[in-house]
Nanobody, 124 residues
Framework: QVQLVESGGGLVQAGDSLRLSCAAS????????MGWFRQAPGKEREFVAA????????YYLDSVKGRFTISRDNAKDTVYLQMNSLKPEDTAVYYC?????????????????WGQGTQVTVSS
């Protein structure tokens, strides 16, 4: 079966960096648009970034542009989210998601598979 497994979350201070990873299995990874979403306590799930099948195009939430970078390694079936200059408002559970042969999209309903999430906590 399809599995998406996130890792790399943790507790950091404002201004620090983290790199999240999402390892995929059970699917042909290169056929999937991959996205990162996040959900803070009491808030709805929010789009963060997406990358197309071969990694040539990306799409970001405005508030993370210039700080976060999404990338993928199709040889390793893994998508990454490099997060720099972290802020307390970035605190959330971060989820990766896959969309079969889709367009770059910020809509959660368009994604077919989801990971279990990894907690990122940024202290001030």
């Amino acid at each position: 079966q399809v599995q998406l497994v996130e890792s790399g979350g943790g507790l950091v201070q404002a201004g620090d960096s983290l790199r999240l990873s999402c390892a995929a299995s059970g699917l042909t990874f290169s056929n999937y648009v991959m996205g990162w979403f996040r959900q803070a306590p009491g808030k709805e799930r929010e789009f963060v970034a997406a990358i197309n099948w071969i990694g040539g195009r990306t799409y970001y939430l405005d508030s993370v542009k210039g700080r976060f970078t999404i990338s993928r390694d199709n040889a390793k079936d893994t998508v990454y989210l490099q997060m720099n200059s972290l802020k307390p408002e970035d605190t959330a559970v971060y989820y990766c998601a896959g969309q079969y042969r889709g367009l770059l999209s910020s809509a959660a309903r368009g994604y077919d598979y989801w990971g279990q999430g990894t907690q990122v906590t940024v202290s001030s």
